[in-house]
Structure formats: structure tokens, C-alpha cells
């Protein structure tokens, strides 16, 4: 059987901190807490769960407060969860039957992360990140923020989903105050610092710095193929002319066969432009094409069904075929039976048939 030690490092985390240990505790062989530190109950929280609850002076660098919680850990693998995630029961049903196997013995064990859910608590945006690692030298982190592990050896796929669960708004500056700390130190970004650079710069409507930085990235070969097809997409976002903004989307099927978001969006665009059946053939792509989820990119599921059918419905109201608007509105209502826009569309349509 193999061990877990499940890593965290915290800070005022009492609202959620029990939640995501209950939700791990009969996987983790050990759990170790590192607080950066905190003025709430936190630590005595982590304290019920464990006596390895440590110290550690918060230094901007992300990476270096999970390197120290990683060099604390003695068990064959290592796990990482932010103190508002929760393993979902499918997931510690998944590592605890995983363990008691001879099957484990990937070095780094990518898991689906779902970040962000709709009224109904359907997952809507979901990425993989790299979840548990064997324990080496290897399994180190790089990145004062945006922190991440490069992948080594050989890497197996969890679809069980770690949820990501946020009660409260962190300080929205905190990521680009770092940034920019770095470069005001002297740092030199790499390719992957510049890309989430060029998001927060996108974040605070500095659009113009982040078009550049995207453009650059973009241009980068030896970038992942996902993140340059995301980066695709923010560019276009960045834009103040619709013709840029379609150019910046088409140049992504360059890298690989078109995403949903990609089509979403160039959809979207047809539709401010009043072209609508243009926009028809961008939505039937979207609603076509199928998740790639594996490559290491963002996926927005809506938009692999849901966002294309209600899209489709306006379209098509708009056209003056409401049959067939009507008809992909009940589409989309298939998958989210509870959506308010459904539900209102519905209606519309049976006070249309009625008159």
C-alpha cells in the first residue's frame, strides 16, 4: 500500500480549513500544515488534524512556501490541496482504491480541478493540474505566483475532480503586485511568468500592456500548445476593433483543431455584428467539437453545449425561424433544466405558439 502526505500552506483560512481536511483525511497518511501567517483560528483548526503544523514567514513566493511544506513530508507521495478546496467523494474513493493497488506507481498524478460552478452546481471551468508527485527532488515548485511543477517521469490522469470551493474574494492585486515586485527587482519573466502577467494586466483594464505580452507569448514556440490557444482568446479580448479580434481568434487553429471557447467566441463576435447566420455556423462548431481537456488548457464546459444551444435559440429567433429556435433552447434545457434563461425561453416561445 502507498502513503500520502497531504501539503498545505494557509492563511486565515477558519471558515474553510475543517471542511477540506475532513474531506482528505482518510487518504493522507500525513498532513502537514505550513501557516504563512495567520490571525484567525486557523492553526488550532489544523491542530485537531495534525501535530505537524509549522511556521513559516510569507515571503511573496509562493513556490518557496510549498517547497518548505513538501520538505516536511516523509511518505512515498505527496499531495497538495489549498485549504478552500475539497476532495470530492468520488475522488478519495478513486486515491484510497488507487493506494491499495500495485497500480500506483506513476510519478505525477494529474487531477481534474473544477474551479467554478453554475446555480445548479454543475462544474463550468475546469483545468488539470499536477496533484500528487512522487516524492524527489524532481517534485519542486517554480513561480513565485502561478506556482507550478514541471512534469517529469511518467504522468497518469485522475478524472475524479478536486472542487475548489471559495467562501471569500482574496486580495485581487496580490497576484500583480508580485509581478510587478519582480520586475522591479530586476527579475526576467519567463514565457509561462509573462502569460499569467499579461491575464492580470487584462484583469486590472490594462488591456494595451497585456495585448503585448500575449502577442509575444503567442509567438513563442516552445510555449504549451493550450496556453498559446488561450492566450488566443485573451489577446482578442484585449482588442478595441472586432476585424483584430476574429484575426487573433483564427490565428489559435494554427496550433491545433479548434476549441469550443475559440468558436464561442467568434460567434459571439458575428452576433454584435448582426451576422447571424455566420454566427450559426461558429455555434454548430462549438456544440460539435469535443473536449480536449488532457492538453493542459482551460475548458469552459458551457461552451461544449450549453452557451452554443442558447446561443443557437437567439440566433435563430432573430432569423424569424423559431421552430428551430425552439428547438435548441429545449436542447440546452437538457442539460441545465434549472437555467433562468431556459426557463424564461421557454415560455417565450409557448406564448408565441398560444397566439
Same mark, same amino acid.
Given at each position: 500500500?502507498?502513503?500520502?502526505?497531504?501539503?498545505?500552506?494557509?492563511?486565515?483560512?477558519?471558515?474553510?480549513?475543517?471542511?477540506?481536511? %475532513?474531506?482528505?483525511?482518510?487518504?493522507?497518511?500525513?498532513?502537514?500544515?505550513?501557516?504563512?501567517?495567520?490571525?484567525?483560528?486557523?492553526?488550532?483548526?489544523?491542530?485537531?488534524?495534525?501535530?505537524?503544523?509549522?511556521?513559516?514567514?510569507?515571503?511573496?513566493?509562493?513556490?518557496?512556501?510549498?517547497?518548505?511544506?513538501?520538505?516536511?513530508?516523509?511518505?512515498?507521495?505527496? =499531495?497538495?490541496?489549498?485549504?478552500?478546496?475539497?476532495?470530492?467523494?468520488?475522488?478519495?474513493?478513486?486515491?484510497?482504491?488507487?493506494?491499495?493497488?500495485?497500480?500506483?506507481?506513476?510519478?505525477? +498524478? =494529474? =487531477?481534474?480541478?473544477?474551479?467554478?460552478?453554475?446555480?445548479?452546481?454543475?462544474?463550468?471551468?475546469?483545468?488539470?493540474?499536477?496533484?500528487?508527485?512522487?516524492?524527489? !527532488?524532481?517534485?519542486?515548485?517554480?513561480?513565485?505566483? %502561478?506556482?507550478?511543477?514541471?512534469?517529469?517521469?511518467?504522468?497518469?490522469?485522475?478524472?475524479?475532480?478536486?472542487? %475548489?470551493?471559495?467562501?471569500?474574494?482574496?486580495?485581487?492585486?496580490?497576484?500583480?503586485?508580485?509581478?510587478?515586485?519582480?520586475?522591479?527587482?530586476?527579475?526576467?519573466?519567463?514565457?509561462?511568468?509573462?502569460?499569467?502577467?499579461?491575464?492580470?494586466?487584462?484583469? %486590472?483594464?490594462?488591456? @494595451?500592456?497585456?495585448?503585448?505580452?500575449?502577442?509575444?507569448?503567442?509567438?513563442?514556440? @516552445?510555449?504549451?500548445?493550450?496556453?498559446?490557444? @488561450?492566450?488566443?482568446?485573451?489577446?482578442?479580448?484585449?482588442?478595441?476593433?472586432?476585424?483584430?479580434?476574429?484575426?487573433?481568434?483564427?490565428?489559435?487553429?494554427?496550433?491545433?483543431?479548434?476549441?469550443?471557447?475559440?468558436?464561442?467566441?467568434?460567434?459571439?463576435?458575428?452576433?454584435?455584428?448582426?451576422?447571424?447566420?455566420?454566427?450559426?455556423?461558429?455555434?454548430?462548431?462549438?456544440?460539435?467539437?469535443?473536449?480536449?481537456?488532457?492538453?493542459?488548457?482551460?475548458?469552459?464546459?458551457?461552451?461544449?453545449?450549453?452557451?452554443?444551444? =442558447?446561443?443557437?435559440?437567439?440566433?435563430?429567433?432573430?432569423?424569424?425561424?423559431?421552430?428551430?429556435?425552439?428547438?435548441?433552447?429545449?436542447?440546452?434545457?437538457?442539460?441545465?433544466?434549472?437555467?433562468?434563461? +431556459?426557463?424564461? @425561453? !421557454?415560455?417565450?416561445?409557448?406564448?408565441?405558439?398560444?397566439?
Amino acid at each position: 500500500m502507498k502513503s500520502i502526505s497531504l501539503c498545505m500552506i494557509v492563511r486565515d483560512e477558519e471558515e474553510v480549513l475543517e471542511r477540506c481536511l %475532513h474531506s482528505a483525511e482518510e487518504i493522507a497518511d500525513e498532513i502537514i500544515i505550513v501557516d504563512t501567517g495567520s490571525t484567525d483560528k486557523t492553526k488550532q483548526i489544523a491542530s485537531k488534524y495534525t501535530d505537524k503544523v509549522y511556521d513559516f514567514l510569507w515571503t511573496d513566493d509562493f513556490s518557496a512556501a510549498r517547497n518548505f511544506s513538501f520538505s516536511k513530508a516523509g511518505c512515498e507521495y505527496i =499531495m497538495w490541496l489549498d485549504a478552500d478546496d475539497v476532495l470530492s467523494p468520488g475522488a478519495a474513493a478513486r486515491i484510497k482504491s488507487l493506494k491499495n493497488s500495485s497500480d500506483m506507481n506513476a510519478d505525477v +498524478y =494529474m =487531477m481534474k480541478y473544477d474551479v467554478a460552478f453554475d446555480e445548479g452546481g454543475r462544474p463550468v471551468f475546469s483545468y488539470y493540474r499536477e496533484r500528487i508527485l512522487k516524492r524527489s !527532488r524532481r517534485a519542486e515548485w517554480v513561480g513565485k505566483v %502561478h506556482e507550478a511543477v514541471a512534469p517529469y517521469g511518467k504522468t497518469e490522469y485522475i478524472e475524479e475532480a478536486v472542487e %475548489h470551493r471559495k467562501v471569500k474574494v482574496n486580495d485581487p492585486d496580490r497576484n500583480l503586485r508580485i509581478f510587478e515586485k519582480m520586475i522591479s527587482d530586476g527579475c526576467v519573466l519567463d514565457a509561462r511568468e509573462q502569460y499569467y502577467y499579461a491575464r492580470e494586466l487584462y484583469y %486590472h483594464n490594462r488591456k @494595451n500592456e497585456a495585448a503585448k505580452l500575449f502577442e509575444n507569448f503567442i509567438s513563442d514556440e @516552445n510555449s504549451r500548445v493550450d496556453d498559446r490557444i @488561450n492566450a488566443c482568446l485573451e489577446l482578442s479580448r484585449c482588442r478595441d476593433d472586432t476585424d483584430r479580434s476574429l484575426s487573433d481568434l483564427f490565428k489559435s487553429f494554427l496550433f491545433d483543431s479548434p476549441r469550443a471557447e475559440i468558436c464561442c467566441e467568434i460567434g459571439l463576435l458575428k452576433m454584435k455584428q448582426e451576422k447571424y447566420r455566420e454566427a450559426v455556423f461558429w455555434y454548430k462548431a462549438a456544440a460539435d467539437t469535443d473536449i480536449s481537456e488532457h492538453g493542459g488548457g482551460f475548458v469552459n464546459a458551457d461552451c461544449y453545449g450549453y452557451i452554443p444551444y =442558447m446561443q443557437l435559440c437567439v440566433c435563430f429567433d432573430r432569423l424569424g425561424d423559431r421552430k428551430k429556435a425552439a428547438g435548441f433552447n429545449e436542447l440546452a434545457g437538457k442539460i441545465k433544466p434549472y437555467d433562468k434563461s +431556459y426557463l424564461y @425561453n !421557454r415560455e417565450y416561445f409557448r406564448a408565441i405558439e398560444n397566439n
